[in-house]
Protein backbone atom coordinates (compact mmCIF):
# COMPACT_ATOMS: atom_id res chain seq x y z
CA UNK A 1 0.00 0.00 0.00
CA UNK A 2 1.22 3.30 -1.28
CA UNK A 3 2.54 5.87 1.72
CA UNK A 4 -0.15 8.71 1.96
CA UNK A 5 1.32 12.20 1.32
CA UNK A 6 -0.04 15.65 3.35
CA UNK A 7 -1.62 18.08 1.83
CA UNK A 8 1.56 20.21 2.73
CA UNK A 9 3.60 17.82 0.62
CA UNK A 10 1.44 18.28 -2.74
CA UNK A 11 1.50 22.09 -2.11
CA UNK A 12 5.19 21.72 -2.61
CA UNK A 13 7.51 20.84 -5.75
CA UNK A 14 6.64 17.29 -7.22
CA UNK A 15 9.83 15.70 -8.45
CA UNK A 16 10.52 12.84 -10.65
CA UNK A 17 13.44 10.44 -9.61
CA UNK A 18 13.92 7.54 -12.24
CA UNK A 19 16.46 4.85 -11.47
CA UNK A 20 15.83 1.14 -11.78
CA UNK A 21 17.70 0.48 -9.12
CA UNK A 22 15.44 0.61 -6.33
CA UNK A 23 16.96 0.28 -3.38
CA UNK A 24 19.18 3.32 -4.58
CA UNK A 25 16.07 5.00 -5.81
CA UNK A 26 14.10 4.56 -2.45
CA UNK A 27 16.79 5.80 -0.55
CA UNK A 28 16.58 9.04 -2.82
CA UNK A 29 12.99 9.49 -2.16
CA UNK A 30 13.39 9.52 1.48
CA UNK A 31 16.12 12.39 1.92
CA UNK A 32 13.23 14.45 -0.89
CA UNK A 33 10.40 13.73 1.29
CA UNK A 34 11.98 14.41 4.50
CA UNK A 35 12.81 17.70 2.92
CA UNK A 36 9.04 18.25 2.09
CA UNK A 37 8.80 17.33 -1.35
CA UNK A 38 6.50 15.29 -3.16
CA UNK A 39 7.78 12.40 -4.93
CA UNK A 40 6.93 10.49 -7.97
CA UNK A 41 9.06 7.33 -8.87
CA UNK A 42 9.92 5.59 -12.54
CA UNK A 43 11.86 2.24 -12.74
CA UNK A 44 13.17 3.70 -16.02
CA UNK A 45 13.16 6.38 -19.01
CA UNK A 46 10.19 4.99 -20.35
CA UNK A 47 8.08 4.85 -17.45
CA UNK A 48 9.53 8.09 -16.65
CA UNK A 49 8.24 9.48 -19.95
CA UNK A 50 4.55 7.94 -19.61
CA UNK A 51 4.36 9.64 -16.41
CA UNK A 52 5.12 13.10 -17.91
CA UNK A 53 1.77 13.05 -19.84
CA UNK A 54 -0.18 12.28 -16.66
CA UNK A 55 1.59 14.24 -13.27
CA UNK A 56 2.63 18.05 -12.76
CA UNK A 57 6.34 17.68 -12.34
CA UNK A 58 8.33 20.75 -11.14
CA UNK A 59 11.82 18.31 -11.12
CA UNK A 60 13.61 15.09 -12.55
CA UNK A 61 16.42 13.23 -11.27
CA UNK A 62 17.62 10.61 -13.63
CA UNK A 63 20.16 7.97 -13.88
CA UNK A 64 22.31 7.47 -17.00
CA UNK A 65 22.37 3.67 -17.31
CA UNK A 66 19.02 1.67 -17.28
CA UNK A 67 16.82 -0.51 -19.07
CA UNK A 68 15.01 0.33 -22.06
CA UNK A 69 15.51 4.01 -21.66
CA UNK A 70 18.61 5.44 -20.59
CA UNK A 71 18.88 8.83 -18.55
CA UNK A 72 20.15 10.66 -21.75
CA UNK A 73 17.34 9.49 -24.09
CA UNK A 74 14.94 10.64 -20.98
CA UNK A 75 16.95 13.74 -20.95
CA UNK A 76 16.32 14.38 -25.21
CA UNK A 77 12.86 13.77 -24.59
CA UNK A 78 12.41 16.48 -21.97
CA UNK A 79 14.12 18.99 -24.40
CA UNK A 80 11.94 18.36 -26.90
CA UNK A 81 8.27 17.83 -25.24
CA UNK A 82 8.91 19.77 -20.89
CA UNK A 83 12.12 22.04 -22.11
CA UNK A 84 11.12 24.41 -18.78
CA UNK A 85 11.45 21.09 -16.53
CA UNK A 86 14.99 21.04 -14.76
CA UNK A 87 17.00 17.67 -15.11
CA UNK A 88 19.58 16.60 -12.91
CA UNK A 89 21.34 13.54 -14.12
CA UNK A 90 22.79 11.29 -11.23
CA UNK A 91 26.07 10.06 -12.84
CA UNK A 92 28.99 7.11 -11.64
CA UNK A 93 32.88 8.06 -12.34
CA UNK A 94 32.55 5.94 -15.42
CA UNK A 95 30.15 7.99 -17.29
CA UNK A 96 32.39 11.28 -17.06
CA UNK A 97 31.91 11.78 -21.00
CA UNK A 98 28.26 11.46 -21.22
CA UNK A 99 27.87 13.88 -18.30
CA UNK A 100 30.04 16.93 -20.24
CA UNK A 101 28.08 15.81 -23.07
CA UNK A 102 24.84 16.12 -21.29
CA UNK A 103 25.80 19.76 -19.63
CA UNK A 104 26.49 20.89 -23.51
CA UNK A 105 23.14 19.80 -23.96
CA UNK A 106 21.54 21.78 -21.35
CA UNK A 107 21.35 19.50 -18.50
CA UNK A 108 20.97 21.63 -14.77
CA UNK A 109 23.21 19.53 -12.53
CA UNK A 110 24.95 16.03 -11.89
CA UNK A 111 25.11 13.97 -8.76
CA UNK A 112 27.50 11.96 -8.61
CA UNK A 113 27.01 8.60 -6.86
CA UNK A 114 27.28 7.42 -4.05
CA UNK A 115 26.09 11.47 -2.91
CA UNK A 116 25.21 12.37 0.78
CA UNK A 117 21.72 13.99 1.51
CA UNK A 118 23.23 17.31 1.77
CA UNK A 119 24.34 17.09 -1.62
CA UNK A 120 21.42 15.84 -2.97
CA UNK A 121 19.07 18.63 -1.35
CA UNK A 122 21.53 21.39 -2.63
CA UNK A 123 21.47 19.90 -6.00
CA UNK A 124 17.45 20.27 -5.74
CA UNK A 125 17.44 23.60 -4.25
CA UNK A 126 19.52 24.54 -7.15
CA UNK A 127 17.75 23.18 -9.78
CA UNK A 128 14.13 24.49 -9.04
CA UNK A 129 15.58 28.45 -7.86
CA UNK A 130 16.72 30.36 -11.19
CA UNK A 131 20.61 30.97 -11.06
CA UNK A 132 22.44 33.14 -13.05
CA UNK A 133 23.66 30.94 -16.08
CA UNK A 134 26.76 33.55 -16.80
CA UNK A 135 28.37 33.45 -12.92
CA UNK A 136 31.83 32.52 -13.17
CA UNK A 137 33.20 30.17 -10.80
CA UNK A 138 35.98 30.03 -11.76
CA UNK A 139 37.43 31.39 -8.83
CA UNK A 140 36.38 29.51 -6.38
CA UNK A 141 37.93 26.32 -7.96
CA UNK A 142 42.03 25.43 -8.11
CA UNK A 143 43.20 23.40 -11.41
CA UNK A 144 45.50 20.10 -10.51
CA UNK A 145 47.21 18.39 -13.42
CA UNK A 146 45.66 14.69 -13.56
CA UNK A 147 49.15 13.25 -12.92
CA UNK A 148 49.63 15.57 -10.07
CA UNK A 149 47.20 13.78 -8.06
CA UNK A 150 48.50 11.00 -5.08
CA UNK A 151 47.86 7.85 -6.38
CA UNK A 152 46.05 5.08 -4.15
CA UNK A 153 45.03 7.93 -0.99
CA UNK A 154 41.73 8.95 -0.03
CA UNK A 155 40.65 11.83 -1.19
CA UNK A 156 41.05 14.77 1.78
CA UNK A 157 38.50 17.12 -0.01
CA UNK A 158 35.86 16.93 -2.77
CA UNK A 159 37.34 16.78 -6.42
CA UNK A 160 35.39 18.45 -8.93
CA UNK A 161 35.11 18.26 -13.35
CA UNK A 162 35.02 21.67 -14.54
CA UNK A 163 32.67 21.45 -17.55
CA UNK A 164 32.36 25.43 -18.00
CA UNK A 165 33.25 28.81 -15.93
CA UNK A 166 29.86 28.57 -14.53
CA UNK A 167 29.54 24.35 -14.09
CA UNK A 168 31.80 22.27 -11.94
CA UNK A 169 30.48 18.78 -11.04
CA UNK A 170 31.81 16.83 -8.21
CA UNK A 171 33.11 13.84 -9.30
CA UNK A 172 35.03 12.53 -5.89
CA UNK A 173 33.97 12.90 -2.06
CA UNK A 174 35.99 13.55 0.74
CA UNK A 175 36.73 9.85 2.12
CA UNK A 176 36.73 8.47 -1.12
CA UNK A 177 39.57 6.01 -2.68
CA UNK A 178 41.65 7.78 -5.44
CA UNK A 179 42.63 4.83 -7.44
CA UNK A 180 45.05 4.48 -9.89
CA UNK A 181 42.84 2.84 -12.18
CA UNK A 182 40.12 6.06 -11.56
CA UNK A 183 43.22 7.89 -12.90
CA UNK A 184 44.18 6.03 -15.87
CA UNK A 185 40.54 6.27 -16.82
CA UNK A 186 40.38 10.20 -16.58
CA UNK A 187 43.90 9.96 -18.96
CA UNK A 188 42.10 8.05 -21.04
CA UNK A 189 39.24 10.35 -21.72
CA UNK A 190 41.59 13.36 -22.16
CA UNK A 191 41.07 14.94 -18.77
CA UNK A 192 43.93 16.49 -18.08
CA UNK A 193 42.27 18.66 -15.18
CA UNK A 194 40.44 18.20 -12.44
CA UNK A 195 39.69 20.81 -9.81
CA UNK A 196 39.33 21.58 -5.90
CA UNK A 197 37.95 24.24 -4.00
CA UNK A 198 39.91 26.61 -3.02
CA UNK A 199 39.69 26.32 0.64
CA UNK A 200 40.96 23.14 0.38
CA UNK A 201 43.80 23.92 -1.97
CA UNK A 202 46.16 24.78 0.82
CA UNK A 203 45.44 21.45 2.34
CA UNK A 204 46.41 19.63 -0.52
CA UNK A 205 49.89 21.81 -1.07
CA UNK A 206 50.44 21.36 2.70
CA UNK A 207 49.49 17.12 1.97
CA UNK A 208 52.10 16.81 -1.00
CA UNK A 209 54.72 18.83 0.83
CA UNK A 210 54.57 16.54 3.59
CA UNK A 211 54.44 13.51 1.73
CA UNK A 212 57.07 15.04 -0.63
CA UNK A 213 59.98 15.44 2.73
CA UNK A 214 59.10 11.57 2.98
CA UNK A 215 59.67 10.22 -0.43
CA UNK A 216 62.62 12.60 -0.84
CA UNK A 217 64.28 10.74 2.22
CA UNK A 218 63.33 7.59 1.00
CA UNK A 219 66.31 4.91 -0.19
CA UNK A 220 64.05 2.56 -2.48
CA UNK A 221 63.01 5.13 -4.18
CA UNK A 222 64.71 6.41 -7.23
CA UNK A 223 66.24 9.80 -7.69
CA UNK A 224 64.36 10.52 -10.67
CA UNK A 225 61.31 10.25 -9.25
CA UNK A 226 62.06 12.41 -6.28
CA UNK A 227 63.10 15.29 -8.66
CA UNK A 228 59.67 14.83 -10.39
CA UNK A 229 57.83 14.80 -7.13
CA UNK A 230 59.93 17.59 -5.91
CA UNK A 231 59.00 19.46 -9.20
CA UNK A 232 55.31 18.70 -8.77
CA UNK A 233 55.39 19.76 -5.39
CA UNK A 234 57.44 22.98 -6.48
CA UNK A 235 54.07 23.99 -8.67
CA UNK A 236 51.57 23.31 -5.90
CA UNK A 237 53.30 24.93 -3.26
CA UNK A 238 54.02 28.36 -6.05
CA UNK A 239 50.45 27.94 -7.51
CA UNK A 240 48.82 28.04 -4.14
CA UNK A 241 50.92 31.37 -3.05
CA UNK A 242 50.78 33.16 -5.82
CA UNK A 243 47.66 32.04 -7.99
CA UNK A 244 46.01 35.40 -7.18
CA UNK A 245 48.80 37.49 -7.48
CA UNK A 246 49.99 36.66 -10.70
CA UNK A 247 48.22 36.63 -13.90
CA UNK A 248 48.27 32.92 -15.59
CA UNK A 249 50.53 33.66 -18.40
CA UNK A 250 53.34 34.90 -15.77
CA UNK A 251 52.89 31.96 -13.14
CA UNK A 252 53.07 29.55 -15.43
CA UNK A 253 56.30 31.17 -17.50
CA UNK A 254 58.09 31.50 -13.76
CA UNK A 255 56.74 28.12 -12.83
CA UNK A 256 58.04 26.29 -15.90
CA UNK A 257 61.79 28.31 -15.57
CA UNK A 258 61.92 27.33 -11.79
CA UNK A 259 60.82 23.67 -12.91
CA UNK A 260 63.78 24.26 -15.62
CA UNK A 261 66.41 25.08 -13.40
CA UNK A 262 65.44 22.51 -10.59
CA UNK A 263 66.16 19.75 -13.33
CA UNK A 264 68.68 21.30 -14.53
CA UNK A 265 70.56 21.58 -11.21
CA UNK A 266 69.94 18.58 -9.82
CA UNK A 267 69.46 16.30 -12.19
CA UNK A 268 73.35 16.06 -13.58
CA UNK A 269 75.67 13.72 -11.62
CA UNK A 270 78.36 16.51 -11.58
CA UNK A 271 75.21 18.41 -9.30
CA UNK A 272 73.80 16.06 -7.53
CA UNK A 273 75.00 17.76 -4.11
CA UNK A 274 72.72 20.15 -4.78
CA UNK A 275 69.90 17.44 -4.78
CA UNK A 276 70.76 16.28 -1.29
CA UNK A 277 70.88 19.87 0.08
CA UNK A 278 67.57 20.47 -1.43
CA UNK A 279 66.76 17.36 0.14
CA UNK A 280 68.02 19.04 3.44
CA UNK A 281 65.21 22.07 3.22
CA UNK A 282 62.88 19.62 2.57
CA UNK A 283 63.50 17.75 5.37
CA UNK A 284 63.02 21.06 7.94
CA UNK A 285 59.72 20.82 9.50
CA UNK A 286 57.83 24.51 8.66
CA UNK A 287 58.41 26.66 6.10
CA UNK A 288 61.68 26.84 5.02
CA UNK A 289 61.25 24.42 1.71
CA UNK A 290 58.04 26.31 1.12
CA UNK A 291 59.48 29.61 1.17
CA UNK A 292 62.41 28.91 -0.70
CA UNK A 293 60.60 27.87 -3.66
CA UNK A 294 58.64 31.23 -3.63
CA UNK A 295 61.55 33.10 -3.40
CA UNK A 296 63.03 31.78 -6.54
CA UNK A 297 59.92 32.36 -8.34
CA UNK A 298 59.68 35.78 -7.65
CA UNK A 299 63.21 36.41 -8.57
CA UNK A 300 63.00 34.78 -11.50
CA UNK A 301 59.82 37.17 -12.30
CA UNK A 302 62.07 40.27 -10.88
CA UNK A 303 65.09 39.35 -12.91
CA UNK A 304 62.79 38.84 -16.62
CA UNK A 305 61.53 42.15 -15.76
CA UNK A 306 65.31 43.71 -15.62
CA UNK A 307 65.55 42.08 -19.08
CA UNK A 308 68.02 39.53 -17.68
CA UNK A 309 66.78 37.03 -20.14
CA UNK A 310 70.04 35.35 -20.13
CA UNK A 311 69.95 31.48 -19.09
CA UNK A 312 73.44 31.83 -17.32
CA UNK A 313 71.91 34.76 -15.59
CA UNK A 314 68.43 33.27 -14.53
CA UNK A 315 70.22 30.35 -13.09
CA UNK A 316 72.38 32.09 -11.14
CA UNK A 317 69.35 33.81 -9.66
CA UNK A 318 67.25 31.01 -8.71
CA UNK A 319 69.94 28.97 -7.48
CA UNK A 320 70.41 31.64 -5.71
CA UNK A 321 67.32 32.00 -4.50
CA UNK A 322 66.55 28.51 -3.80
CA UNK A 323 69.21 27.82 -1.85
CA UNK A 324 69.30 31.32 0.16
CA UNK A 325 68.23 30.46 3.40
CA UNK A 326 70.60 26.81 3.32
CA UNK A 327 73.17 28.16 5.94
CA UNK A 328 70.03 27.62 8.14
CA UNK A 329 69.45 23.85 7.58
CA UNK A 330 71.13 22.87 11.12
CA UNK A 331 69.33 25.86 13.08
CA UNK A 332 67.15 24.92 16.14
CA UNK A 333 63.93 24.71 15.07
CA UNK A 334 62.99 26.95 17.88
CA UNK A 335 65.21 29.31 16.69
CA UNK A 336 63.89 29.56 13.13
CA UNK A 337 60.24 29.73 14.56
CA UNK A 338 61.49 32.81 16.84
CA UNK A 339 60.53 36.40 15.37
CA UNK A 340 63.85 37.89 15.07
CA UNK A 341 62.85 41.18 17.13
CA UNK A 342 62.31 38.34 20.21
CA UNK A 343 65.81 37.31 20.04
CA UNK A 344 68.29 37.26 22.53
CA UNK A 345 72.11 38.85 21.50
CA UNK A 346 73.55 35.17 21.28
CA UNK A 347 70.19 34.30 19.15
CA UNK A 348 70.48 37.38 16.88
CA UNK A 349 74.31 36.31 16.45
CA UNK A 350 73.60 32.78 15.06
CA UNK A 351 70.86 33.58 13.10
CA UNK A 352 73.00 36.47 11.59
CA UNK A 353 75.38 33.76 10.49
CA UNK A 354 73.05 32.05 8.41
CA UNK A 355 74.10 33.88 5.13
CA UNK A 356 77.90 33.16 5.71
CA UNK A 357 77.19 29.61 6.37
CA UNK A 358 75.02 29.30 3.20
CA UNK A 359 77.92 30.95 1.10
CA UNK A 360 80.17 28.62 2.57
CA UNK A 361 77.86 25.63 2.10
CA UNK A 362 78.18 26.52 -1.90
CA UNK A 363 81.65 27.55 -2.27
CA UNK A 364 82.56 24.12 -1.26
CA UNK A 365 80.40 22.52 -4.15
CA UNK A 366 82.23 21.77 -7.41
CA UNK A 367 80.72 23.32 -9.88
CA UNK A 368 78.95 25.94 -8.30
CA UNK A 369 79.86 29.77 -9.71
CA UNK A 370 80.87 32.32 -7.26
CA UNK A 371 78.63 34.58 -7.54
CA UNK A 372 75.41 31.80 -6.70
CA UNK A 373 77.56 31.51 -3.55
CA UNK A 374 77.53 35.46 -3.20
CA UNK A 375 73.75 36.29 -3.24
CA UNK A 376 73.37 33.90 -0.38
CA UNK A 377 76.00 35.62 1.37
CA UNK A 378 74.37 39.16 0.43
CA UNK A 379 70.78 38.13 0.30
CA UNK A 380 70.50 39.99 3.61
CA UNK A 381 72.57 43.49 2.81
CA UNK A 382 70.59 46.83 2.51
CA UNK A 383 71.04 49.09 0.19
CA UNK A 384 71.54 51.74 2.94
CA UNK A 385 74.41 49.60 4.68
CA UNK A 386 72.14 49.04 7.58
CA UNK A 387 71.91 45.14 6.37
CA UNK A 388 74.04 41.91 7.62
CA UNK A 389 76.28 40.24 7.78
CA UNK A 390 78.75 42.80 6.44
CA UNK A 391 77.04 46.02 6.51
CA UNK A 392 77.43 46.89 2.57
CA UNK A 393 75.97 50.39 0.80
CA UNK A 394 74.25 48.97 -2.53
CA UNK A 395 76.91 49.55 -4.70
CA UNK A 396 79.03 46.50 -3.57
CA UNK A 397 76.11 44.07 -3.06
CA UNK A 398 76.11 41.58 -5.76
CA UNK A 399 73.48 42.59 -7.66
CA UNK A 400 71.94 39.50 -8.00
CA UNK A 401 71.37 39.46 -4.07
CA UNK A 402 69.70 42.44 -4.49
CA UNK A 403 66.90 40.90 -6.85
CA UNK A 404 66.68 37.72 -3.91
CA UNK A 405 66.39 40.64 -1.14
CA UNK A 406 63.68 42.09 -2.75
CA UNK A 407 61.96 38.55 -3.30
CA UNK A 408 62.83 37.55 0.25
CA UNK A 409 61.04 40.18 1.97
CA UNK A 410 58.43 40.12 -0.52
CA UNK A 411 57.34 36.25 0.38
CA UNK A 412 57.95 37.14 3.92
CA UNK A 413 55.09 38.94 4.14
CA UNK A 414 52.98 37.63 1.51
CA UNK A 415 53.21 34.16 3.04
CA UNK A 416 53.68 34.69 6.27
CA UNK A 417 56.58 34.61 8.35
CA UNK A 418 58.30 34.65 12.16
CA UNK A 419 57.72 38.39 13.43
CA UNK A 420 55.95 39.36 9.70
CA UNK A 421 52.26 39.89 9.77
CA UNK A 422 50.89 38.02 6.51
CA UNK A 423 49.58 40.39 4.19
CA UNK A 424 47.49 39.09 0.88
CA UNK A 425 47.28 42.93 -0.75
CA UNK A 426 50.91 42.58 -3.15
CA UNK A 427 50.54 46.53 -3.60
CA UNK A 428 50.45 47.28 0.01
CA UNK A 429 53.28 45.17 1.38
CA UNK A 430 55.57 46.39 -1.88
CA UNK A 431 54.34 50.20 -1.24
CA UNK A 432 55.80 49.34 2.75
CA UNK A 433 58.92 48.20 1.08
CA UNK A 434 59.38 51.07 -1.02
CA UNK A 435 59.09 53.18 1.88
CA UNK A 436 61.51 51.46 3.89
CA UNK A 437 64.41 54.49 2.30
CA UNK A 438 67.93 52.51 2.18
CA UNK A 439 66.74 49.04 2.22
CA UNK A 440 65.53 47.73 -1.15
CA UNK A 441 66.04 48.81 -4.96
CA UNK A 442 63.12 50.41 -5.83
CA UNK A 443 63.88 49.62 -9.44
CA UNK A 444 63.70 46.03 -8.41
CA UNK A 445 60.68 46.73 -6.69
CA UNK A 446 58.77 48.60 -9.27
CA UNK A 447 59.35 45.87 -11.92
CA UNK A 448 57.83 42.95 -9.64
CA UNK A 449 54.56 45.70 -9.26
CA UNK A 450 54.75 45.61 -12.97
CA UNK A 451 54.05 41.49 -13.01
CA UNK A 452 50.78 42.01 -10.46
CA UNK A 453 47.40 41.51 -11.17
CA UNK A 454 46.00 44.86 -12.28
CA UNK A 455 44.24 46.21 -8.83
CA UNK A 456 40.49 45.37 -8.55
Same mark, same amino acid.
Given at each position: ????????????????????????????????????????????????????????????????????????????????????????????????????????????????????? $?? &?? =?????? +??? *??? @?????? %???????????????????????????????????? $?? &?? =?????? +??? *??? @?????? %?????????????????????????????????????? &?????????????????????????????????????????????????????????????????????????????????????????????????????????????????????????????????????????????????????????????????????????????????????????????????????????????????????????????
Amino acid at each position: MGEKISNEQFSKKSILIVDDDEYFRRSVVRIAKVAKYHTIEASNGKEAVNLLGTEKIDLIISDIRMPQMHGIELFHHVQRHYKNIPFIIMTGFSEIIETAEAYELGVHDFLTKPFTQ $EV &LL =EGIKNA +LNI *KDE @NENMDE %QYSPIEVEHFIRGTMCKFPIFLRLSASKYVKIAHHG $ED &LS =EERIES +LKN *KQI @NYLYIK %QEDFKFYSDFSFQLSQKIVSAPTIPRGKKILFLNNTTK &LLLRYSFQQTLSDEVLQQCLTTVEETINLVTDSGKNSDLFYLLESLSDKPGELFAHSLAVSMISSLIAREAEWYSQQILIKVIVGALFHDIGKKDFPQELLEKPYQQMDDKERRLFESHPKKGAKILSALPNISPEIAQVVLHHHERCGGGGYPEGLAKARIQPLALIVAVANEFCNWFMGAPGYQAMKNPYEILTMMESNVGSFSNEHINGLKKQLKPKK
